[in-house]
């Protein structure tokens, strides 16, 4: 009589890592204004909150405040920078906004409430291409670009910037385990 080893706890171990790697690489949580919320009490100053980000594609813009003095309206560049609210892509009034964003660039926010905007309470995400789409290096024919003394390098601890090498990563274990406990 033929012993047979039971595969299901091996499948179900190689599932687990796929599902763990997988979870990693979704996008990253911003809680627009950090601690202080999306709100024109203490003077927060949104464009300087923004700038101290690295957006990606994936990443999700929590708007948190009260709905009985604020929303969040996404609107166009001009609208943005004139304060115009009256007509907006989308409005949000939950006090707990959840953005996804989907394509890279500019994407504009401000609160519709009268004077808020012009108050400060607007933002402006802007979502860069990644390192594999940029545009390519300049010819040697365009003039040069100054100089600048320090980049920031893409944060290794963001979720969006690694996702290619997790699924080769998460591909290799499961070739592996799956051929050793076949």
Same mark, same amino acid.
């Given at each position: 009589?033929?012993?047979? *080893? $039971? ?5 179900? *171990?190689? @599932? ?10 979704? +996008?990253?949580?911003?809680?627009? +204004? $950090?601690? =202080?919320?999306? &709100?024109?009490?203490?003077?927060? $100053?949104?464009?300087?909150? =923004? ?7 994936? $990443?999700?813009?929590? @708007? ?26 989308? &409005? !949000? &009034?939950?006090?707990?906004? /959840? ?7 500019? !994407?504009?926010?401000?609160? +519709? ?25 300049? /010819?040697?024919? /365009? ?19 690694? *996702?290619?090498?997790?699924? +080769? ?7 592996? *385990?799956? @051929?050793? @406990?076949?």
């Amino acid at each position: 009589m033929a012993f047979v *080893l $039971d595969n299901r706890p091996k499948m179900a *171990l190689v @599932f687990l890592i796929l599902a763990s790697f997988l979870q990693l690489s979704l +996008g990253v949580n911003y809680k627009v +204004g $950090d601690s =202080a919320g999306w &709100t024109t009490i203490g003077n927060v $100053d949104y464009k300087l909150w =923004a700038a101290n980000k690295t957006f990606q594609v994936g $990443d999700t813009i929590v @708007f948190k405040y009260n709905p009985q003095f604020h929303n969040v309206m996404q609107v166009t560049h001009a609208e943005y920078q004139s304060c115009n609210a009256s007509s907006p892509i989308a &409005t !949000h &009034t939950t006090g707990n906004d /959840s953005i996804t964003i989907t394509t890279h660039g500019h !994407h504009f926010f401000l609160c +519709g409430v009268p004077g808020h905007c012009q108050a400060g309470q607007k933002v402006d995400i802007n979502v860069l291409r990644t390192s594999s789409s940029a545009s390519p290096n300049p /010819s040697p024919t /365009s003039s040069p670009l100054p100089a600048v003394t320090s980049v920031p390098a893409p944060s290794p601890s963001h979720a969006s910037y690694w *996702l290619p090498n997790k699924i +080769g990563i998460v591909m290799a274990v499961s070739l592996v *385990l799956l @051929f050793n @406990f076949a």
